[in-house]
T-cell receptor, first 113, second 111 residues
Framework: KNQVEQSPQSLIILEGKNCTLQCNYTVSPFSNLRWYKQDTGRGPVSLTIMTFSENTKSNGRYTATLDADTKQSSLHITASQLSDSASYICVVIRHNAGNMLTFGGGTRLMVKP | NAGVTQTPKFQVLKTGQSMTLQCAQDMNHEYMSWYRQDPGMGLRLIHYSVGAGITDQGEVPNGYNVSRSTTEDFPLRLLSAAPSQTSVYFC??????????FGSGTRLTVV
């Protein structure tokens, strides 16, 4: 079954600290993996898109890693800010599946001052 | 502003009522899709369209209809609303390998 599992479900950190969110998937065949940020009451916004051959991709303070062999990805947030408080969703797209996305349940991050 | 526009933002329906959730995009994207987001669960695909005149079912299509008469619009119809359809609905569009653009969502409550 094609699934995407994220951990932790929720996380509280202090402003300025770093954190790492995990994503494990069983989606096959794999096309690409995306991390989205979803603010409360808003639609998801893309942070990174990673293909099979990419190991690391950065977007400002966000760095995503991908290990296609173990089917794991992580999103590392550096020097967190209050505005980082949101849900972070890992999404995997199957190859030759008509752009179908499989969503993880998300990690809800709260950054406290 | 370019993007995906969803209306309404909030809606309360009585069981058995029907309604249409509107979705419009001005980016000339071929691919559009509808998702529902429930607490503790990932977004689930309801219906999608790969172009005007072409639609197909996703993971949870029962109770919903769609049509795609133009590239810009992709409305989602609830035929006879049920409490199980209480959810937040997101419309998204994309073109090729680019990232998806999501609308801001419609929060639907069925009582």
């Amino acid at each position: 079954k094609n699934q995407v599992e994220q951990s932790p479900q929720s996380l509280i950190i202090l402003e300025g600290k770093n954190c790492t969110l995990q994503c494990n998937y069983t989606v096959s065949p794999f096309s690409n993996l995306r991390w989205y940020k979803q603010d409360t009451g808003r639609g998801p916004v893309s942070l990174t898109i990673m293909t099979f051959s990419e190991n690391t991709k950065s977007n400002g303070r966000y760095t995503a890693t991908l290990d296609a062999d173990t089917k794991q990805s992580s999103l590392h947030i550096t020097a967190s800010q209050l505005s980082d408080s949101a849900s972070y969703i890992c999404v995997v797209i199957r190859h030759n599946a008509g752009n179908m996305l499989t969503f993880g349940g998300g990690t809800r991050l709260m950054v406290k001052p | 502003n370019a993007g995906v526009t969803q209306t309404p933002k909030f809606q309360v329906l009585k069981t058995g009522q029907s309604m249409t959730l509107q979705c419009a995009q001005d980016m000339n994207h071929e691919y559009m899709s509808w998702y529902r987001q429930d607490p503790g669960m990932g977004l689930r695909l309801i219906h999608y369209s790969v172009g005007a005149g072409i639609t197909d079912q996703g993971e949870v299509p029962n109770g919903y209809n769609v049509s795609r008469s133009t590239t810009e619009d992709f409305p989602l119809r609830l035929l006879s609303a049920a409490p199980s359809q209480t959810s937040v609905y997101f419309c998204a569009s994309t073109q090729g390998a680019r990232g998806y653009t999501f609308g801001s969502g419609t929060r639907l409550t069925v009582v």
